[in-house]
């Protein structure tokens, strides 16, 4: 008899290789960087990755990648991350790196000025960080831990805030460098990876953002979970919206 945790990785599994499957995220000879922020979805992608990279279909290379912000109250245990990447048999690259937070907390009290919030400078920096280590490396792939909660969240974000219908696609590829960026677990429910950490015992960062609560994902996520309580088929119709529309794979 299966165990939780055996029908959890398998079903995550299961919609892991379809994404990829499906919108081609991974190919053969592949050279595949992830953004390791020691959060459950990152981790249970590392872990995705690194077991299906041992079985060579298809044939691939990963390595990980943690980003320090040395300024900012945001950490994770390096020493468990070694650990976790050591079982992979997945090579893991920590840099630190910082941005100027005093500003951007101006930046956030004074909302009426047209400056980039706190949460978008710390990201930037972190995505900088990996686009130039995925060069140094001869990387061809940037792998996200984005789930489909995430992208539907991005949707109504867009559609609310911004009046374009859009989202983070599964699928980016980049006209002026040659890096694409995936997002392999688009398709795995954030309820799925929430449990599956709990289950396999990943260990929680020792601190979380402190600009996590100063954005409108965190109150559009409660909006989706409001909308599915009163219609079932919210998620299903999002996505299929999504589809539709050619919202998931893109050239930028």
């Known amino acids: 008899m299966r165990t939780e945790v055996d029908r959890l990785e398998r079903r ?33 992608l590392l872990e995705m990755l690194g077991k299906r990279a041992r079985i060579d279909q298809p044939r691939f290379k990963v390595e ?24 992979l048999d997945v090579p893991l690259h920590i840099i630190t790196t910082h941005f100027d937070s005093e500003a951007a907390e101006e930046n956030t ?5 047209k400056t980039k919030p706190a949460c978008f400078l710390c990201s930037w920096n972190r995505r900088k960080q990996l686009f130039n280590l ?41 006209r002026k460098m040659p890096l694409s960026i995936i997002r392999p677990l688009c398709m795995v429910e954030e309820k799925d990876i929430k449990r599956y950490a709990e289950l396999r015992h990943y260990e929680r960062q020792l601190k979380l953002c402190p600009y996590e609560k100063a954005s409108h994902r965190n109150d559009t996520s409660l909006m989706l979970q409001q909308l599915e309580l009163s219609n079932p088929e919210t998620r299903y119709s999002l996505w299929n919206a999504l589809v539709r529309d050619n919202k998931l794979v893109e050239d930028y």
Request: negative net charge.
């Open 64 to 87: 990980a990648a943690h980003i320090r912000m040395d300024n900012i109250a945001y950490e994770t245990s390096t020493d468990y991350l070694e650990r976790f990447c050591r079982e």
């Open 12 to 44: 995550i599994r299961e919609r892991f290789v379809k994404a990829f499957v499906t919108y081609r995220l991974l190919e053969d000879d592949d050279h595949v960087l992830v953004g390791l922020s020691g959060g459950k979805d990152s981790l249970c």
């Open 109 to 113: 009290l004074h909302s009426s000025q």
């Open 134 to 174: 995925a060069q140094q490396l001869g990387c061809n792939k940037i792998a996200l831990g984005h789930h489909q909660d995430d992208l539907l969240c991005t949707a109504l974000m867009n559609l609310l805030y911004q009046g374009r219908f859009g989202t983070m696609p599964a699928l980016l590829r980049m």
